[in-house]
């Protein structure tokens, strides 16, 4: 078992940037794919960046493109979403997801991870 924590969140201004953090514990996760998902009130769970077990492929969506970058070092065993040119849209939660051992390949899909985080609160102000 591998335990998540993030950290990094808090609230910002508008147009300003946050580095979001996600540790893991337990297990090292160099050979799992990670992501990073977010749910602001009223909302689904939504996809929004996730990298490969290498760090050399990733994925962001659409609503963030340009502007989040996901990174990680495996010999920290964390994970980072940085984010740019924040608006009240990015208010959320903002988890950190990694999927089973061995199981390296990026994914958009929330049901393929398998150890999560309890979460950070991102809040935009306007």
């Known amino acids: 078992q591998v335990q998540l924590t993030e950290s990094g969140g808090g609230l910002v201004q508008g147009g300003g940037p946050l580095r979001l953090s996600c540790a893991a514990s337990?297990?090292?996760?160099?050979?799992?794919?990670a992501g990073w998902f977010r749910q602001a009130p009223g909302k689904e769970r939504e996809f929004v960046a996730a990298?490969?077990?290498?760090?050399?492929?990733?994925s962001v969506a659409d609503s963030v493109k340009g502007r989040f970058t996901i990174s990680r070092d495996n010999a920290k065993n964390t994970v980072y979403l940085q984010m740019n040119s924040l608006t009240t849209e990015d208010s959320a939660v903002y988890y950190c997801a990694v999927r089973r051992a061995s199981s390296g390949r990026a994914s958009t899909e929330a049901t393929e991870y398998f150890n999560w985080g309890q979460g950070t609160q991102v809040t935009v102000s306007s």
């Open positions: 337990g297990r090292t996760f160099g050979s799992s794919a």
């Open positions: 990298i490969d077990w290498t760090g050399s492929i990733t």
